[in-house]
C-alpha cells in the first residue's frame, strides 16, 4: 500500500498536468479565434468607411418655371418640395445599399424609379400653372438625375456638398417671383430668392437647409393667404405693419439658420440677411 500510494499520486499529477495543457492550448486556440475575428471585422469596418455611394444631382426645377399664377403658388410650392424630398430620399437609398446589387443596380433602382418620380411631379408643377395661364413645356428635361460618384461632381473636382446647390433651388423660392403677374385685388408677395444665392452646401447640412428652404416658401404662402383675408382691414400701413413686417422678421430667423447650419462644416455664408425684406405686387 505504501508502494501503490507514490503512484497513484504521480498519475494524477500527470492527468492534472495533462488537463492543464489542454486548457491552455484551448485558450492559445480561443485567442487566435478571437485574434482572426477582430482582424477580419477591422477590415470589413476599413473598406466600408472607404466605399462612397456617391450623390445624386438633379437639374433645378423652379428656375426654368414661367410667372407663377397666385391661384397655381400653392401647388407648385408643394410639388417643388416634393421635388427635394425624392433626391433626399434617394441619397438615403443610396447610402444604404452601398454593395448591393451589380453594376446597373443605381441606375434600375434608384435612378430610374426617381426620374419616374419627378416626370410626375414635374407634370402636376405645369398643369396647376396651365389652368390659369400658359402651361409650360419642355420641363421633363429636367426629369433625369445623374450619380455624382465618391463626392466628384460631374467637372471632376471634390464636391463638398450633395446634393449640389443647384439641386437644392428645388425648394421652389426661386418661383416666388412669379407672382408678380397677378391682379388679384390683394396684390401678392414676393421675395427675394435665397436658393440661388447659397453656396454649396456640406451633405451634413443639406437636409436642415432644405427644411428651412420649404419653410421660407410656406412663410410666403401664409403672407399671401393673410393678404387676401384682410383685404379693406386695417389703415394705409397696415400691409406693412402685420404682414410684410413680421414676414421680414420670420425670414430673418429662417435664414440666418440656413447660414449657421452651412457654417458648422464650411464657410458660413454672410449678407443673406438682405434677402429677407418682401414687397407687395399689387
Do not use: H, W
Request: with cysteine; charged share 15%; net charge positive.
Amino acid at each position: 500500500m505504501s508502494r501503490a500510494l507514490p503512484k497513484y499520486n504521480k498519475r494524477r499529477v500527470l492527468m492534472i498536468g495533462g488537463t492543464a495543457a489542454v486548457v491552455l492550448s484551448g485558450a492559445v486556440i480561443a485567442g487566435n479565434a478571437l485574434a482572426g475575428e477582430t482582424s477580419k471585422s477591422n477590415t470589413n469596418a476599413t473598406t466600408k468607411a472607404a466605399t462612397s455611394p456617391g450623390t445624386v444631382n438633379c437639374p433645378a426645377v423652379a428656375p426654368s418655371l414661367p410667372a407663377i399664377p397666385a391661384s397655381a403658388q400653392a401647388e407648385v410650392t408643394r410639388n417643388l418640395t416634393l421635388l427635394n424630398t425624392q433626391i433626399t430620399e434617394a441619397n438615403k437609398r443610396l447610402v444604404d445599399t452601398v454593395g448591393q446589387g451589380g453594376p446597373n443596380f443605381v441606375q434600375n433602382a434608384i435612378l430610374g424609379p426617381l426620374k419616374d418620380k419627378r416626370v410626375a411631379t414635374i407634370n402636376r408643377i405645369a398643369t396647376a400653372i396651365g389652368r390659369t395661364a400658359a402651361k409650360p413645356t419642355g420641363l421633363d428635361s429636367l426629369a433625369p438625375c445623374t450619380l455624382n460618384a465618391n463626392g466628384v461632381n460631374s467637372g471632376g473636382a471634390a464636391a463638398t456638398a450633395t446634393p449640389s446647390a443647384t439641386a437644392t433651388q428645388q425648394a421652389g423660392n426661386t418661383g416666388n417671383t412669379g407672382n408678380t403677374g397677378s391682379t388679384t385685388a390683394a396684390g401678392t408677395i414676393t421675395c427675394p430668392d435665397v436658393a440661388s444665392k447659397l453656396p454649396a452646401i456640406p451633405a451634413s447640412a443639406q437636409a436642415e437647409v432644405t427644411r428651412n428652404l420649404t419653410l421660407l416658401n410656406t412663410q410666403i404662402t401664409e403672407a399671401n393667404t393673410r393678404l387676401a383675408n384682410t383685404v379693406g382691414q386695417g389703415g394705409p400701413n397696415f400691409v406693412q405693419n402685420a404682414i410684410l413686417g413680421p414676414l421680414a422678421d420670420k425670414r430673418k430667423s429662417t435664414i440666418d439658420r440656413i447660414a449657421i447650419s452651412i457654417g458648422r462644416t464650411a464657410a458660413k455664408p454672410t449678407g443673406l440677411d438682405s434677402l429677407a425684406t418682401c414687397t407687395l405686387n399689387k
